[in-house]
């Protein structure tokens, strides 16, 4: 089943019917929000706000694990991630898309893992019989693999709708995460991009990571909301990211429901082999 996680300003999706709201209580505490079960031609989809509605959790206060556990326990198998970001590339202009293909992690104060070794917490209620469970359970270190840690049957499929579309997108990118939630200065923005990132934001990490534990499929959708600090010469606010990701909500609707109608049942890639052989 898809998880849809919604960024800044998109609370809701129109064109699907909603079956329930599903409040999700697990042992890394209280996700985000309840969860919106839904259904779009057939196909069960849930969504999730990442900072709650009423954009209650800033970026580093967001309990990622929770979100993400929520999903598995709702049986959420593939998450796509929408989100707002600053565009350090030059080619970049507000209003593009990118699909990511890589990150940058320069997060510090939040949970990065499921598997804390002799500190892991465990869920009794999981009823799945794979290898997250046995890892879990049995209290090991995993280091996941995360040298593509974006799925890349879904990126490719995320493509072919933006370009069928005729949507300005980038079908790569590097997403360099700060901790927030303060914006950058002039100076880390110059910094990354020398290290070679495209975009900044605050949250797809640890969301992506957390999820690849999961053994989940995901691809991220990041919407340039501003130019990144300094680039531009004028002062950033949180109006021109919100105002942005509004006059962009209709897009993200329409490329979400083909998402949704068109991914298919078996994904060509292998996301769901990160387990294999990661335990110590
Ligand atoms: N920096 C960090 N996060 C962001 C930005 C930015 O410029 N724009 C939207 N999210």
Known sequence: MIGILGGSGLYDIDGITVLEEKRVMTPYGEPSDSYIVAEYKGRKVVFLPRHGRRHKYPPHLINYRANLWGFRKLGVDRILSISAVGGINPLLRPGDFVISDQFIDFTKVRPVTFYEGVYTIKDEEDTKNDLVKEYLSSDRVVHIDVTQPFCPAMRRLLSDIF?????????????????????????????????????????????????????????????????????????????????????????????VLSFIERLPEKLECSCEDVLNGAAI
């Open 163 to 255: 370009s069928e579309k005729g949507y300005r997108y980038h079908s790569k990118g590097t997403y360099a995460a700060t901790e927030g939630p303060r914006l950058e200065t002039s100076a880390e923005i110059k910094a990354l991009s020398i290290l070679g990132a495209d975009v900044v934001g605050m949250t797809l990490v640890p969301e992506v990571v957390l999820a690849r534990e999961l053994s989940m499929h995901f691809a991220s959708v990041s919407v340039v909301t501003n130019l990144a600090a300094g680039i531009s010469g004028e002062r950033l606010t949180s109006d021109e990211v919100i105002q942005m990701m509004h006059q962009k909500t209709e897009d993200i609707k329409s490329v």
